[in-house]
């Protein structure tokens, strides 16, 4: 648990004792961790994998709104009142989690303010990121929220290699056309334009990207 960025600042006894509370689990990639509806009374950090969350709207169509990474909780809405599930959590590969119950983590937190203040940024960031994920999806064009992505993922999962960022992470067109409220077609299409460019380099189950201040551009974004 020293590996979460959440609690990093707990003594060797806290640290003790919040052990005893968790549990750990597997799943394999494809697998469901929960579904809408389900009950929220689990906190969840990703200790090997990624997970997917994805929203799921009335016509089925899925819109992945984040892919968590290695030492990244999820499910923290729980903590902020979330009786009931409102996402998907897939495995995106196969995982290994540390769950924790809501309870448990929040009687914790009560005899440690610096936990708890740490729980309450981390919600309100949360909430900050998907304001800013709907706000690119109700006001930015496919193009824009394309190269937004690409280098989001560069930051997160990328290494510098020769003149770009090779993006280490398993990553289908479907995928990304989800995580950017679009459809595949569309996605491969632009992705295809963006190669041709010269912004990118597309090979067998990688991305690299050759022109990282090209993408700024077309994302509007200042360097």
């Known amino acids: 648990m020293e590996n979460f960025d959440?609690?990093?600042?707990?003594?060797?006894?806290?640290?003790?004792?919040?052990?005893?509370?968790?549990?750990?689990?597997?799943?394999?990639?494809?697998?469901?961790?929960?579904?809408?509806?389900d009950p929220g009374d689990t906190v969840y950090f990703l200790k090997q994998g990624q997970v997917k969350l994805d929203y799921l709207d009335e016509s089925g169509r899925r819109?992945?709104?984040?892919?968590?990474?290695?030492?990244?909780?999820?499910?923290?809405?729980a903590l902020a009142g979330e009786d009931n599930r409102n996402l998907i959590a897939e495995a995106h590969e196969n995982v290994e989690l540390c769950a924790?119950?809501?309870?448990?983590?929040?009687q914790f937190a009560e005899d440690n303010s610096g936990l708890s203040l740490r729980i309450s940024k981390l919600i309100g960031m949360r909430l900050v990121e998907l304001e800013n994920r709907l706000?690119?999806?109700?006001?930015?064009?496919?193009?824009?929220?394309?190269s937004r992505l690409l280098l989001k993922l560069g930051k997160d999962f990328g290494n510098e290699h020769?003149?770009?960022?090779?993006?280490k992470m398993k990553i289908t067109h479907q995928d990304m056309a989800?995580?950017?409220?679009?459809?595949?077609?569309?996605t491969s299409v632009i992705l295809g334009e963006f190669e041709d460019e010269g912004l990118i380099e597309k090979g067998h189950g990688h991305i690299r990207l050759k022109d990282v201040k090209g993408l700024k551009d077309k994302a509007q974004l200042l360097d």
């Open 100 to 106: 924790i119950s809501k309870d448990d983590l929040l």
């Open 178 to 186: 989800d995580l950017i409220g679009s459809r595949r077609e569309t």
């Open 135 to 146: 706000e690119d999806l109700f006001f930015k064009d496919v193009p824009t929220r394309l």
């Open 6 to 37: 959440l609690f990093k600042h707990l003594s060797m006894l806290e640290m003790e004792r919040l052990r005893q509370r968790v549990k750990t689990m597997k799943y394999k990639r494809g697998e469901i961790i929960y579904l809408p509806g």
């Open 63 to 77: 819109l992945t709104l984040k892919i968590c990474h290695r030492g990244e909780p999820f499910g923290e809405s």
């Open 162 to 167: 020769g003149h770009g960022i090779e993006i």
